[in-house]
């Protein structure tokens, strides 16, 4: 400790005023650069993101590398079928689990430093960590259509890959909405963790990711046609068969037929619903 | 500075819990440059009225400003102008001491160059040099505590507040902190601090409120609020070990000497008995009266009235009392339910 100080504390600071945009802009920098390094030197689940689906990748292909043929419509290989599921789930999952660091502040009382601030817009603390996630998914979505292709299950193309980039975009955005309403509505990160195990597999399994809707009973035809990562799966399976534009039918739901710009616009539209479902939410509890 | 004024707020009750009403009434005016010390037991409604006035709380009723800024109208123009160090702090334990102060100093706004300006004065008067650089996960209480101290200095705030700022510290952090918060009282900072260490707050406050149950009940300088006591308190043992059946004999003795106000025996302390004289000349007439009755003095002290006697006079029972009153009827996952947004 030592003596006094002269500029020790006399009067609030005079920092020179700034416009609203430039403050919300060092607000959400600084707050998305914090998960950045937490994520930097705590990187398992950037590494467990990557590495499941990749066992998933690895182990599902191998499994169904023999089955019937005429199982898959146009014959193709199972690899290449479910290399278009895994993408999604990846980004899906890294998503979904987007609220537990806002839930864990929540929690510990980190979020109330950061309402002692005079933050410009509370909403910095959102789009920190719609910024943080969007990026996350998309490294290891990146991470695993790389290793799809390694693995010769096909690549979609450049052009293709700026698509499947904006598909994958929507669903995460969708996503993580729904993850950071859920971080705000539970009660603690058990009960989060809870909801995020109970959402994530049946999803998967309840979606054309592991097989075609024409294999299915159709209750689950009609549940999987009605699945948001559907929506997801099928334009990038289609992008993957080397079809661009989308124009063309990629599902053939029970309740009629889909174009990929179809279910794009499907996303885009649940994108929209759950963040205005969200933001009173938000709203309220960052009042 | 800050103004406070006629603040109501309740809790809904919990499952075992009953409904709670924190404040009833609370009404505190801090004067600009003072340090001055919330004194009250755990649940006396301290960290509600602190937490309201750093606009984490809304209150159900009354007024909040700060320098004439409205907390409920302007809340930002309010967190502008205050440092909030809360009671249980709240650091990211990945991040090292400098990354969270960067942080903080974005949060409000500072330039780069001015954060770092401000990181060099802060970590040289906190004596931080040290473990600074080290990741927060690794600190011990004091560190974490002046680091939180830290953060809440950065942008030169008008007004500090804290909430039990010195619990569970060494002897060591808590005479720096101690020394810190005087330093910047001394420069014009307003300084509020809730407390239920009576030492911490007859050591350190210019003027203290007492609060109990929601409400302020005794407002003053640590040595008006002794004074207007009046008398001058003294103890005595007449043996180390006496019993019920001497003390008794002793206080009604002791009772009708000339000058002593009143005798109280105190059975948690070995039947030692407490004294209330008009001035320390009565000491001569009590050892005198003792004398004839061929009662030995194993121990007397005289002493001035301490913050305790005022906390005892304006509630009607001593803090350690009062303290152990509310032990055991606090939930603290109700408490910290309350406290999650």
Same mark, same amino acid.
């Given at each position: 400790?030592?003596?006094?100080?002269?500029?020790?504390?006399?009067?609030?600071?005079?920092?020179?005023?700034?416009?609203?945009?430039?403050?919300?802009?060092?607000?959400?920098?600084?707050?998305?650069?914090?998960?950045?390094?937490?994520?930097?030197?705590?990187?398992?689940?950037?590494?467990?993101?990557?590495?499941?689906?990749?066992?998933?990748?690895?182990?599902? +292909?191998?499994?169904?590398?023999?089955?019937?043929?005429?199982?898959?419509?146009?014959?193709?290989?199972?690899?290449?079928?479910? +290399?278009?599921?895994?993408?999604?789930?990846?980004?899906?999952?890294?998503?979904?689990?987007?609220?537990?660091?806002?839930?864990?502040?929540?929690?510990?009382?980190?979020?109330?430093?950061?309402?002692?601030?005079?933050?410009?817009?509370?909403?910095?603390?959102?789009?920190?960590?719609?910024?943080?996630?969007?990026?996350?998914?998309?490294?290891?979505?990146?991470?695993?259509?790389?290793?799809?292709?390694?693995?010769?299950?096909?690549?979609?193309?450049?052009?293709?890959?700026?698509?499947?980039?904006?598909?994958?975009?929507?669903?995460?955005?969708?996503?993580?909405?729904?993850?950071?309403?859920?971080?705000?509505?539970?009660?603690?990160?058990?009960?989060?963790?809870?909801?995020?195990?109970?959402?994530?597999?049946?999803?998967?399994?309840?979606?054309?990711?592991?097989?075609?809707?024409?294999?299915?009973?159709?209750?689950?035809?009609?549940?999987?046609?009605?699945?948001?990562?559907?929506?997801?799966?099928?334009?990038?399976?289609?992008?993957?068969?080397?079809?661009?534009?989308?124009?063309?039918?990629?599902?053939?739901?029970?309740?009629?037929?889909?174009?990929?710009?179809?279910?794009?616009?499907?996303?885009?539209?649940?994108?929209?619903?759950?963040?205005?479902?969200?933001?009173?939410?938000?709203?309220?509890?960052?009042? | 500075?800050?103004?406070?004024?006629?603040?109501?707020?309740?809790?809904?009750?919990?499952?075992?819990?009953?409904?709670?009403?924190?404040?009833?009434?609370?009404?505190?005016?801090?004067?600009?440059?003072?340090?001055?010390?919330?004194?009250?037991?755990?649940?006396?409604?301290?960290?509600?009225?602190?937490?309201?006035?750093?606009?984490?709380?809304?209150?159900?009723?009354?007024?909040?400003?700060?320098?004439?800024?409205?907390?409920?109208?302007?809340?930002?123009?309010?967190?502008?102008?205050?440092?909030?160090?809360?009671?249980?702090?709240?650091?990211?334990?990945?991040?090292?001491?400098?990354?969270?102060?960067?942080?903080?100093?974005?949060?409000?706004?500072?330039?780069?160059?001015?954060?770092?300006?401000?990181?060099?004065?802060?970590?040289?008067?906190?004596?931080?040099?040290?473990?600074?650089?080290?990741?927060?996960?690794?600190?011990?209480?004091?560190?974490?505590?002046?680091?939180?101290?830290?953060?809440?200095?950065?942008?030169?705030?008008?007004?500090?507040?804290?909430?039990?700022?010195?619990?569970?510290?060494?002897?060591?952090?808590?005479?720096?902190?101690?020394?810190?918060?005087?330093?910047?009282?001394?420069?014009?900072?307003?300084?509020?601090?809730?407390?239920?260490?009576?030492?911490?707050?007859?050591?350190?406050?210019?003027?203290?409120?007492?609060?109990?149950?929601?409400?302020?009940?005794?407002?003053?300088?640590?040595?008006?609020?002794?004074?207007?006591?009046?008398?001058?308190?003294?103890?005595?043992?007449?043996?180390?070990?006496?019993?019920?059946?001497?003390?008794?004999?002793?206080?009604?003795?002791?009772?009708?000497?000339?000058?002593?106000?009143?005798?109280?025996?105190?059975?948690?302390?070995?039947?030692?008995?407490?004294?209330?004289?008009?001035?320390?000349?009565?000491?001569?007439?009590?050892?005198?009266?003792?004398?004839?009755?061929?009662?030995?003095?194993?121990?007397?002290?005289?002493?001035?009235?301490?913050?305790?006697?005022?906390?005892?006079?304006?509630?009607?029972?001593?803090?350690?009392?009062?303290?152990?009153?509310?032990?055991?009827?606090?939930?603290?996952?109700?408490?910290?339910?309350?406290?999650?947004?």
């Amino acid at each position: 400790m030592t003596s006094a100080s002269p500029s020790l504390n006399t009067l609030p600071a005079d920092t020179p005023p700034s416009s609203a945009l430039g403050e919300i802009l060092q607000e959400t920098l600084a707050l998305t650069g914090r998960l950045f390094v937490q994520l930097r030197r705590r990187p398992s689940t950037l590494i467990a993101g990557v590495l499941q689906p990749l066992i998933w990748l690895l182990l599902f +292909g191998a499994l169904f590398a023999n089955a019937p043929s005429g199982f898959l419509p146009g014959g193709e290989s199972y690899g290449r079928f479910f +290399g278009a599921g895994v993408i999604v789930f990846t980004a899906f999952s890294a998503a979904l689990n987007a609220g537990l660091p806002v839930m864990f502040d929540r929690e510990f009382g980190f979020l109330n430093r950061l309402l002692v601030a005079p933050l410009r817009s509370r909403s910095s603390i959102v789009f920190a960590s719609v910024l943080y996630i969007s990026s996350l998914s998309l490294i290891q979505s990146l991470a695993i259509i790389g290793a799809a292709a390694l693995l010769g299950y096909g690549w979609p193309g450049f052009a293709g890959l700026l698509v499947v980039v904006l598909t994958l975009g929507l669903l995460v955005f969708a996503v993580t909405a729904l993850s950071l309403g859920l971080a705000f509505a539970l009660p603690g990160h058990i009960e989060m963790i809870a909801a995020i195990f109970v959402v994530n597999l049946p999803l998967l399994f309840a979606s054309t990711a592991l097989a075609p809707l024409s294999f299915m009973p159709s209750w689950l035809a009609w549940l999987a046609a009605v699945n948001p990562l559907t929506f997801a799966i099928e334009p990038i399976r289609a992008l993957y068969s080397g079809q661009l534009p989308l124009s063309e039918v990629v599902l053939q739901a029970p309740y009629g037929s889909l174009t990929g710009y179809a279910c794009l616009w499907i996303l885009f539209a649940l994108a929209l619903t759950l963040f205005l479902l969200v933001r009173p939410l938000l709203d309220r509890k960052l009042q | 500075m800050i103004e406070l004024h006629h603040l109501r707020k309740g809790f809904a009750g919990g499952r075992k819990a009953p409904p709670v009403q924190a404040l009833d009434d609370f009404s505190l005016n801090v004067p600009r440059a003072c340090l001055y010390g919330l004194l009250g037991p755990n649940g006396s409604g301290k960290t509600t009225a602190l937490r309201i006035l750093c606009t984490l709380l809304a209150p159900d009723s009354g007024v909040v400003r700060v320098a004439g800024c409205d907390a409920l109208a302007d809340p930002r123009g309010v967190r502008r102008l205050l440092g909030y160090v809360a009671q249980e702090v709240a650091i990211d334990k990945i991040l090292t001491g400098r990354e969270l102060l960067r942080l903080q100093g974005n949060l409000y706004h500072l330039s780069g160059a001015q954060i770092e300006e401000r990181l060099a004065e802060l970590i040289s008067l906190l004596a931080m040099e040290d473990w600074i650089d080290r990741r927060c996960g690794t600190y011990s209480g004091g560190m974490r505590r002046r680091l939180d101290l830290a953060a809440g200095l950065l942008h030169r705030p008008a007004v500090l507040v804290l909430d039990e700022p010195t619990v569970g510290l060494d002897i060591e952090s808590r005479n720096a902190i101690w020394q810190v918060l005087r330093l910047l009282r001394d420069d014009g900072v307003t300084i509020l601090l809730s407390s239920h260490y009576l030492e911490e707050v007859d050591a350190l406050a210019d003027r203290l409120a007492i609060v109990e149950a929601g409400r302020v009940i005794a407002e003053g300088s640590p040595a008006s609020l002794k004074q207007s006591l009046g008398g001058d308190r003294v103890t005595l043992r007449v043996r180390e070990f006496s019993d019920g059946v001497e003390a008794e004999r002793v206080r009604e003795l002791l009772g009708d000497c000339q000058g002593v106000r009143q005798v109280v025996v105190n059975r948690a302390q070995g039947y030692s008995l407490n004294l209330v004289v008009e001035d320390e000349g009565v000491v001569a007439g009590i050892r005198e009266t003792l004398a004839r009755e061929a009662l030995p003095v194993f121990a007397l002290a005289l002493s001035r009235p301490s913050l305790d006697d005022v906390y005892l006079q304006a509630t009607g029972r001593t803090l350690m009392d009062a303290e152990l009153a509310v032990v055991g009827q606090r939930d603290p996952k109700l408490e910290r339910k309350r406290q999650m947004r």
